[in-house]
C-alpha cells in the first residue's frame, strides 16, 4: 500500500512527509501553474528535500511519442525517482513503451477505461492512473473501475502498479485501496481527511478529562 499527495506545494509535502506515510507526488500541468513555479524547479526540489520518495512525477505535454520522449529526457536525470507521465493516447502509449524498454519509470495517466488501463499495461507502464473522481463527476463509477482494472492486472499477472488518481474524499480513498489499488494519490486536503474523525476527537476529549480527573483523585 503506497500513498502519494498529488500537489506541487512542497511545504504542504513536507509537512505531511514528517508522518513517515509519504511514499511520492504526483502532479499535473494544472497543479504546477498553481504552484507558480516550472516543473523542473518543483522536481529538483522534491528530490533534494525527499530523497527516499519512490516517485516524484514528471508530466509530458506534446503530440508525438518522439517528442514526448524528448521532454522526457530533460526530467528523468533530474533523479533516480522521476516517473514521466504520459497521456493514454497512442502516442503516449509508444513513448510509454520505448520508455519502459529503456528503464525509465512511467505512469500512464488519464485512463478512463478497462480497455485503455490493459494497453498501458501492456506498453511496461510501471504505474498507471485511472481518474476516480473525474468519472463520477461524469455519472460513472471510480472505484468500479478501479476493481475492474485490478482484476485484469491479477488475471495476467501485470507488473504495473494501479494508481487510482482523482481521488477526493476518506471513503473514495479507502475503497479503492479495498478493490486492489497499490497506489493512491491524494490532494492535501483527502489526505488529511483520512485521520482526521470527530469520533476520535470526541472520545479523546473525553480520556483526557478522565484521566485528569482519575490524577487529581489519585493523589
Ligand atoms: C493525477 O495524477 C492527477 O494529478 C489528479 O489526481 C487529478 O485530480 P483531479 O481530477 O481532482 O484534478
Not at 522534491?46 to 519512490?54: D, G, H, K, N, T
Not at 481527511?193 to 479523546?204: A, H
Amino acid at each position: 500500500m503506497r500513498f502519494f499527495l498529488d500537489t506541487a506545494d512542497v511545504d504542504a509535502i513536507a509537512s505531511r512527509y514528517e508522518t513517515g506515510l509519504i511514499d511520492g507526488v504526483t502532479t499535473n500541468p494544472t497543479l504546477i501553474l498553481k504552484s507558480g513555479r516550472t516543473q523542473h524547479d518543483v522536481i529538483k526540489e522534491l528530490a533534494e528535500r525527499f530523497p527516499l520518495m519512490e516517485s516524484i512525477s514528471a508530466e509530458v505535454v506534446a503530440e508525438t511519442a518522439d517528442e514526448m520522449i524528448a521532454q522526457a529526457e530533460t526530467f528523468y536525470p533530474l533523479a533516480p525517482a522521476v516517473t514521466i507521465k504520459v497521456p493514454c493516447t497512442v502516442e503516449g502509449l509508444k513513448a510509454c513503451k520505448r520508455l519502459s524498454d529503456g528503464g525509465i519509470k512511467t505512469n500512464v495517466t488519464l485512463v478512463f477505461s478497462v480497455a485503455q488501463a490493459c494497453l498501458a499495461m501492456k506498453a511496461g507502464a510501471t504505474y498507471l492512473s485511472p481518474f476516480v473522481g473525474r468519472l463520477n463527476d461524469n455519472s460513472f463509477s471510480g472505484v468500479e473501475l478501479i476493481k475492474a482494472i485490478c482484476g485484469v492486472q491479477k488475471e495476467h499477472r501485470m507488473e504495473t502498479k494501479i494508481l487510482a488518481a482523482s481521488v477526493r474524499e476518506a471513503h473514495q480513498a479507502s475503497r479503492c485501496l479495498l478493490y486492489g489499488a497499490h497506489v493512491l494519490t491524494l490532494p492535501i486536503k483527502t489526505f488529511d481527511s483520512m485521520y482526521n474523525s470527530v469520533l476520535t476527537r470526541e472520545g479523546l476529549d473525553l480520556f483526557n478529562r478522565d484521566y485528569a480527573e482519575a490524577s487529581l483523585s489519585n493523589g
